[in-house]
């Protein structure tokens, strides 16, 4: 389709049987949904909101460095942040503003996995993070269990080991194999 020029029969039929004058429709209110919701006229051109995005996501981005942060979801994200008051802030309904650098306590160990795959998964990634061969109790020193997980790690080591995947010059500590 050419714009400005007359649509052919077969150009009008798919334009029919693609239902693309509803969707067109559609979209339309959704713009004009989200343009009521920034406060913005609706009948912007693409520039114009490009250039209002981009000078929110400056304003947003000056508030953040300062502390500031806007929460979308106030029930749920600052829960996971691990800010108090969270029920409190959600009940009230109103734009919440928190500081984005949180205050550093002790940080939990995750627990080793359980299952054989998920074990093999996690060793791999402690490999692949390290940029020096790892023996089995620095792998365990980064779980909960500490050394109570190390022989199940040696025992994934030797398995992986085995299959090629990682190497060891002394039979002690551990690399990911690199490709040339």
């Given at each position: 389709?050419?714009?400005?020029?007359?649509?052919?029969?077969?150009?009008?039929?798919?334009?029919?049987?693609?239902?693309?004058?509803?969707?067109?429709?559609?979209?339309?209110?959704?713009?004009?949904?989200?343009?009521?919701?920034?406060?913005?006229?609706?009948?912007?051109?693409?520039?114009d909101?490009?250039?209002?995005?981009?000078?929110?996501?400056?304003?947003?981005?000056?508030?953040?460095?300062?502390?500031?942060?806007?929460?979308?979801?106030?029930d749920?994200q600052?829960?996971?942040?691990?800010?108090?008051?969270?029920?409190?802030?959600?009940?009230?309904?109103?734009?919440?503003?928190?500081?984005?650098?949180?205050?550093?306590?002790?940080?939990?160990?995750?627990?080793?996995?359980?299952?054989?795959?998920?074990?093999?998964?996690?060793?791999?990634?402690?490999?692949?993070?390290?940029?020096?061969?790892?023996?089995?109790?620095?792998?365990?020193?980064?779980y909960?269990?500490?050394?109570?997980?190390?022989?199940?790690?040696?025992?994934?080591l030797?398995?992986?080991?085995?299959?090629?995947?990682?190497?060891?010059?002394?039979?002690?500590?551990?690399?990911?194999?690199?490709?040339?």
């Amino acid at each position: 389709m050419r714009a400005g020029e007359p649509l052919t029969a077969a150009e009008e039929a798919i334009k029919t049987k693609g239902l693309v004058l509803i969707v067109n429709e559609l979209h339309d209110k959704i713009d004009a949904l989200v343009a009521q919701a920034y406060g913005w006229p609706a009948d912007l051109s693409d520039e114009d909101i490009l250039a209002r995005l981009v000078a929110l996501n400056a304003q947003r981005a000056a508030e953040e460095k300062r502390g500031l942060v806007r929460w979308l979801r106030p029930d749920y994200q600052r829960a996971r942040a691990g800010i108090a008051d969270a029920q409190a802030a959600a009940e009230s309904g109103a734009q919440i503003a928190a500081p984005l650098v949180l205050e550093t306590g002790k940080t939990q160990k995750p627990s080793f996995p359980s299952s054989e795959v998920e074990r093999t998964a996690a060793v791999f990634a402690a490999l692949a993070m390290a940029v020096t061969p790892l023996d089995a109790a620095s792998i365990a020193r980064m779980y909960r269990q500490g050394a109570r997980a190390e022989p199940a790690v040696l025992r994934v080591l030797a398995a992986l080991a085995r299959l090629g995947h990682i190497h060891s010059a002394d039979g002690k500590s551990f690399a990911l194999r690199r490709a040339a």
